[in-house]
């Protein structure tokens, strides 16, 4: 389950809770009048909601002297389809251009900060550069994850041929709105162990699932829990900045929880669910009764099976505790990382410049060759070759050495001793889900929950999000498939919340992630699990460059009548995933592709990489005509020409026909090809 391995105790445990302002003014006073914890008594467990005073602050947009408004441009200084950083005096916003309509809201993007302007606009949305969250550029609302805020919306007039835009002062400077959401009405009807949606793992799924339906207008009880001691945190920050506190990389203060009365329960470890009661039944004996289930407990670190396996000093990243210990005992000391993942990567980047030495331990050849590639998996391991980590590839651990039980040597099975003071281990997860075996509830043979696309298991209203789960992947014709991102896991939590509601909203995202090394980002999008071949434009050896990850796409055929189909057909191999490393924002560009469905051949990402450019026009016409097109595609390199091929009539030039030109070449292309101008 999600969270930290301390245990929870065993007979009080201490509980962030949420009550309404007009509940707590009644029962936060004691007999005497003073204010005092209130404790409950459930299953004969003593429980105390500790309850803080904080402020809740107003809302900042009504304020009529908070306002400024000036002139940006002129109506003729953005074409359609342009945004531009503009300077209003005490702050900056993004004016965009789409439809013959000026747009204007925040800059900069909520969840790290990264300017809009450089990203990808698209269909009346802005996705950022660098983690691929996206925005309503009618509203500013987030459409697409990672991040929890929206942007903030500006007023747009036009005077006599100039731009005014009219906003906050706070909004300019915050950059970013929390969408309105609605509080429970209803805690009263209520008893400590029964709750309308029971949420188990305060993640990324969790949180959001629990604000979505806030923001839907859900005025009933929802509870989370969690193994954790915290309340939700950024759970990437442990390996790329792991000398944070909890504090500084929590996703929600205290007072959100008491404000939205959204109760997290912590340490708090499930140990059953009874589908036919409706119960969740926790590790201390705490039984809790709900309407609504969500399962987002993530996974659990696999452990070291070998030798010595229990010394002192050896870690799995899984809390912020964590985290911070390993930074003060590896300082000018020698650091083992077993495990070329993402964590282990990540962990042996941040350490290299505080520990005396780093080495990583791994099974394959080179890192992440089975997620990025044999050529960028080397080139990432140049550059950590570069910063004086030492790799120990094609071998693993066979034995921990110990001395007054703290670790002292590493074996590998090659025979090599590495000196180590501190371990850290990555070598993946499984889901935790251990203790849903005997519910009902549908699990795969590798322990992921199994779901639907929206988000639901076998059973009527259970759902289950985030790294635990399997669900169909639109981008790979709906393969069930586990994709353990951050990103992700906002959006499954989205989706539950939708469905809890009935809306019947069914996923269709494109995964999008990110690994930060020594200041450097490698962006990615898509899914490229089982990739066929990978296309590289770029210099890997600079750390410059865009990899395109291809696999072999369904049979198509080609229709030449209104009922009737031609008789060839052909499978071409498709764009599933693209990496980059100082590329942007190519990444965004090409998930906003694939977001709208639209395949990428394989063909044309070639002759992208070759050529440097990439114009691009559409194919659609009548019987006729796509008989020549048919003639092309069947006799291939021999039609060339060295003059544009003419449409027939002004009419059918209407119907989006097109010629794609390159380098004196001309074919005519299909709208499924390559919908995507990449030069």
Not at 91 to 103: N, P, R, T, V, W
Not at 291 to 312: D, F, M, R, Y
Not at 342 to 358: C, D, P
Request: proline share 5%; aromatic share 8%.
């Amino acid at each position: 389950m999600g969270g930290c391995f301390s245990k929870p105790k065993p007979v009080e445990v201490k509980i962030e809770v949420v009550i309404p302002e007009k509940e707590r003014s009644k029962e936060e006073m004691s007999p005497n009048g003073k204010a005092s914890p209130l404790v409950y008594k459930v299953n004969g467990t003593a429980r105390h909601y500790h309850l803080e005073e904080h402020p809740i602050a107003s809302n900042p947009y009504h304020n009529p002297k908070d306002v400024v408004e000036a002139s940006v441009c002129h109506v003729k200084d953005l074409e359609n389809g342009q945004m531009r950083e503009v300077d209003l005096g005490c702050g900056k916003a993004l004016l965009i251009k789409e439809g013959g309509e000026f747009y204007a809201m925040g800059h900069k993007c909520p969840h790290y900060g990264a300017p809009l302007v450089k990203g990808v606009l698209s269909k009346g949305r802005v996705r950022c550069p660098w983690h691929g969250a996206c925005f309503n550029i009618g509203t500013g609302d987030i459409e697409d994850f990672p991040g929890l805020d929206s942007l903030p919306r500006f007023q747009v007039k036009i005077e006599k041929e100039k731009v005014y835009i009219r906003a906050s002062k706070q909004a300019l400077q915050t950059q970013r709105r929390t969408k309105m959401m609605a509080k429970c009405i209803s805690l009263s009807n209520y008893n400590l162990s029964s709750t309308n949606v029971l949420i188990i793992g305060a993640g990324a799924a969790g949180l959001v699932c629990a604000e979505t339906l806030r923001q839907e207008g859900f005025s009933d009880r929802i509870v989370m829990c969690t193994m954790d001691r915290h309340l939700p945190y950024d759970r990437p920050k442990l390996s790329k900045s792991m000398d944070s506190h909890p504090e500084q990389i929590a996703l929600r203060p205290k007072e959100f929880f008491r404000t939205y009365d959204i109760e997290v329960l912590t340490e708090m470890q499930a140990a059953a669910v009874d589908i036919k009661n409706k119960t969740a039944v926790f590790k201390d004996g705490f039984k809790m009764e709900y309407n609504k289930l969500l399962i987002a407990t993530g996974n659990t670190p696999k452990a070291l099976s070998c030798k010595g396996k229990e010394v002192e000093n050896v870690f799995n990243i899984r809390t912020p505790e964590d985290a911070n210990r390993v930074v003060k005992l590896a300082t000018s000391k020698n650091v083992v990382i077993v495990g070329a993942s993402f964590l282990g990567m990540e962990v042996a980047a941040y350490l290299t410049e505080r520990a005396h030495s780093v080495s990583v331990v791994e099974l394959e050849e080179v890192p992440f060759k089975k997620f990025f590639g044999e050529r960028v998996g080397r080139a990432v391991m140049k550059m950590f070759e570069s910063h004086r980590v030492k790799f120990y590839m094609q071998t693993e651990v066979s034995e921990l050495r110990e001395q007054e039980s703290k670790l002292k040597e590493v074996v590998l099975k090659s025979g090599k001793v590495l000196r180590a003071d501190v371990c850290v281990v990555g070598i993946g997860a499984v889901p935790a889900t251990g203790f849903l075996k005997q519910s009902g509830i549908n699990i795969d043979s590798k322990g992921f929950i199994v779901v639907n696309k929206m988000m639901q298991t076998n059973i009527p209203g259970v759902f289950a999000a985030g790294d635990a789960v399997t669900f169909p992947l639109a981008l790979r014709n709906n393969k069930k498939v586990n994709v353990p991102h951050w990103q992700m896991a906002h959006m499954h939590g989205r989706i539950a919340a939708l469905n809890m509601l009935a809306h019947g909203t069914e996923i269709s995202t494109v995964p999008y992630l990110w690994t930060a090394m020594f200041g450097k980002s490698i962006r990615y999008a898509g899914h490229g699990e089982g990739f066929d071949d990978v296309v590289i434009q770029g210099d890997l050896d600079e750390l410059k460059f865009v990899a395109f990850y291809t696999k072999r796409g369904p049979r198509r055929w080609l229709w030449c009548g209104r009922t009737a189909p031609c008789t060839e057909s052909w499978r071409s191999d498709e764009v599933v995933a693209v990496a980059s490393m100082n590329y942007d924002p190519i990444v965004s560009k090409v998930a906003e592709v694939l977001a709208a469905g639209r395949a990428i051949r394989k063909r044309d990402v070639e002759l992208f990489v070759r050529h440097g450019k990439y114009v691009q026009f559409w194919v659609l016409g009548p019987c006729g005509v796509l008989q020549n097109w048919r003639y092309v595609l069947a006799h291939g390199e021999r039609l060339l020409t060295q003059t544009w091929l003419q449409p027939p009539d002004a009419a059918l030039a209407s119907r989006r026909w097109g010629w794609l030109q390159l380098h004196s070449t001309i074919q005519i292309v299909h709208p499924s090809h390559f919908p995507l101008r990449l030069g």
